[in-house]
């Protein structure tokens, strides 16, 4: 054998660097599935289901297609991608190595050490998938005092040319913000278009089978499992969701209701995350949809920065920062992640829906995860690891390169301020504005102490009084910090106190707030 390409679970992309100048009747493909990638992260149900589903179905392609593919299944017994791996060595004896960049620093390093050890060199390529490399990243990143989100959009927009007309932004402004994010009427939502969901068919129910039995005690449920599992099926979500959904998307984005989990949302995450799906092809469905008349530029122009900036950017801040960024802690946070946290059964309503969802569907939308899932640990002060190793088992879309970055640092703030500004948060009274739960919870957002006080309210002004010094000159709290003056000192420990009991009762048995 001369060139053996190594395809990991998320670069399901027949397109890949590590195909060029591949040659079927010299050289090999290695595909692993192995217990690791569903232990070392605790990985829930449907995300070990639609990993296994989609590396099947892209195996049986490369097959079908006539490649030499050797395919280590879960059923072979075999921990690591390490000894898969150096097994597959001893069998084929390859020249060469070849490997577009992983999504995970933990990968690449375990793969580069097996290289090594077996004496075969290992030809790393650039992951083309993304619009952008990490060495341009680092090249934006080198020339700036400060990392921001909205410079980097701007720029990746000019360079490739998307949303502009005559070198100038679509309608005139980079940023629809002030026209998108409302809250639903007080009534609810209007009637929520299908979500596009496909049947499991054998691959994928062999799979489910596999998954429940071997993974009984994980997190999670497939009884409702439906995910896009093919290219051409992520495909179909795309049109689908830019025909259906995108008009409305950007109106009622940071929006949330109760049981209703999929709104206007895209649900193309882990399709672009296992690569079954170009990004590019994404942007360019959103851009033509708004150029032909069929969806407003505010909403396009917001679905295409969740792509074009801000997953490029989270790529970028992830391996420019690896591998110290793990261990950030920017806040001290030390607190354990509540264990109610793996079964949803807390009796604050926003929680317990978000939650539950979640575990059902490997599934929660981009403000449920930050302001409500995510907001909860950190004004509770709960060890920032200990979330991310939360939302990396629990989401099906969850790839290290995106989840760290996105709960370290966007979430939890542990970065001190590389990726965000600003900590994210707010009080009980941010959700009962962008939601339907405090309708129905027992708890009152308005209310900081006292048996019926929402935990959030609570836990905001707490974090606020624990942080004061730290953020009384900030830019973009300073104002937040001194509404604490209006609260007198009786009823600040009085908020000091119930924090504390929130906090002990969170570490106890965690089934009440």
């Not at 959904?245 to 882990?270: E, I, K, N, V």
């Not at 490029?312 to 354990?336: D, F, H, K």
């Not at 640990?377 to 995106?402: S, T």
């Amino acid at each position: 054998m001369r060139d053996f390409v190594l395809v990991l679970g998320d670069q399901l992309n027949r397109d890949s660097a590590a195909f060029d100048g591949h040659d079927a009747t010299r050289d090999g493909v290695w595909m692993a599935e192995v217990a690791e990638e569903s232990t070392v992260v605790w990985s829930s149900q449907p995300r070990t289901a639609l990993f296994l589903s989609a590396m099947r179905h892209h195996a049986q392609a490369l097959r079908d297609e006539g490649l030499a593919l050797d395919y280590t299944r879960l059923e072979d017994g075999v921990s690591t991608l390490a000894d898969a791996l150096a097994a597959a060595l001893r069998r084929h004896r390859p020249e060469r190595l070849v490997l577009a960049a992983p999504g995970d620093w933990r990968v690449l390093q375990a793969l580069r050490a097996v290289a090594a050890a077996h004496d075969v060199p290992l030809d790393l390529r650039d992951d083309r998938h993304f619009y952008d490399t990490v060495r341009g990243f680092a090249e934006h990143a080198r020339v700036r005092r400060q990392l921001r989100l909205e410079t980097y959009y701007r720029e990746m927009r000019v360079r490739h040319g998307v949303l502009m007309d005559d070198g100038a932004p679509a309608g005139g402004r980079w940023n629809f913000d002030a026209d998108n994010r409302q809250g639903f009427p007080r009534e609810g939502p209007p009637p929520v278009p299908l979500p596009a969901r496909y049947e499991p068919d054998a691959i994928t129910r062999e799979v489910i089978a596999l998954v429940r039995q071997r993974y009984a005690g994980h997190p999670g449920s497939l009884d409702d499992f439906a995910w896009p599992v093919t290219p051409a099926q992520a495909r179909d979500a795309l049109d689908r969701f830019v025909a259906e959904r995108l008009p409305d998307f950007g109106h009622w984005q940071d929006a949330m209701w109760p049981g209703q989990p999929w709104l206007w949302h895209a649900h193309l995450s882990a399709a672009l995350n296992l690569k079954l799906l170009d990004p590019r092809d994404a942007v360019q469905a959103a851009e033509a949809a708004y150029r032909a008349g069929r969806a407003p530029l505010a909403a396009v122009e917001g679905f295409i920065r969740q792509i074009l900036g801000w997953r490029e950017y989270v790529r970028g801040i992830y391996w420019t920062q690896m591998p110290g960024y793990t261990s950030r802690n920017e806040l001290g946070a030390t607190a354990a992640l509540p264990a109610w946290y793996w079964t949803g059964e807390t009796d604050m309503a926003c929680l317990h829906d978000a939650i539950g969802q979640t575990l059902r569907l490997g599934y929660a939308h981009h403000i449920q995860r930050l302001m409500v899932t995510g907001l909860f640990p950190l004004l509770l002060g709960v060890d920032p690891d200990a979330v991310h190793r939360w939302y990396g088992a629990v989401y099906v879309d969850a790839v290290d390169w995106v989840e760290r970055p996105n709960t370290l640092g966007m979430s939890q703030h542990a970065d001190g301020g590389l990726m965000g500004s600003k900590p994210y948060i707010a009080s009980g009274q941010y959700i009962d504005r962008m939601s339907g739960y405090c309708r129905g919870c027992r708890y009152r957002p308005d209310r900081r102490t006292g048996d019926d006080a929402c935990p959030y309210t609570t836990l905001y002004w707490d974090f606020l009084m624990r942080h004061e010094a730290r953020y009384k000159a900030h830019p973009r709290l300073a104002q937040q910090v001194r509404n604490l003056g209006r609260i007198a000192p009786a009823e600040r420990e009085a908020i000091a106190a119930q924090a504390q009991r929130i906090r002990i009762a969170c570490a106890s048995d965690g089934a009440q707030a």
